[in-house]
């Protein structure tokens, strides 16, 4: 006999994100959606800090983890989601770390849905130092939904789908950001 394991609650897991334990955004079909969405400014704590002085590369992802974690809320995805059996995973990432953030530094993380279908959300983060408005990082994620007790992939039900549609259609008049769709490749001159 096979056991199909739900993701650990809360309570069984060591990681914690900052939003863990609050409830989905509730969604109002008539209320704006802003393009990008901006919805964590977190300030960088000693913690992410490495012994270059800096922001270490892996806080950036962690950075923009809690952002992803914030989005899934705003558009109804939280614990009592999850719970049901369903959630969203992270297939792909990739970040450009620009410049260095640094201890006490806060954060102006905004996030651009670029594309999804009934299984796929393409997103795009950017990570501005408050302060001086300097472009810091880029993120860029394809997340999958998923069926956690069958173990794969599954379209998302219809009303979380309306709206992603709804957040794709608002950001649909933002300008593609530059770093969206790179590769990693070393550039050689082909003469």
């Not at 800096?54 to 974690?69: P, R």
């Not at 393409?122 to 880029?138: P, R, S």
């Not at 992939?153 to 300008?175: I, N, Y």
Request: overall charge negative.
């Amino acid at each position: 006999m096979t056991e199909n394991r739900i993701a650990p609650s809360a309570s069984e897991h060591g990681l914690r994100t900052p939003l863990e334990g609050t409830g989905a955004a509730a969604w109002d079909p008539a209320a704006p959606i802003p393009a990008p969405l901006r919805l964590i400014s977190p300030t960088v704590p000693s913690e992410w800090v490495d012994y270059n002085g800096h922001m270490s590369e892996s806080c950036y992802l962690l950075a923009f983890g809690d952002q992803s974690d914030a989005f899934f809320r705003f558009v109804g995805i939280d614990e009592a989601y999850r719970d049901a059996g369903h959630s969203l995973f992270t297939v792909q990432t990739m970040i450009f770390n620009l410049a260095e953030a640094h201890l006490g530094d806060r954060l102006d993380l905004s996030l651009q849905l670029l594309d999804a279908d009934d299984k796929r959300l393409h997103i795009f983060h950017t990570m501005h130092n408050a302060e001086t408005g300097d472009l810091l990082a880029t993120g860029e994620q394809m997340l999958v939904h998923v069926d956690m007790a069958a173990g794969r992939s599954a379209p998302m039900p219809e009303d979380l789908a309306t709206r992603v549609r709804a957040v794709l259609a608002a950001h649909s008049k933002l300008e593609r950001p530059a770093q969206a769709g790179r590769n990693i490749a070393i550039r050689r001159d082909r003469s």
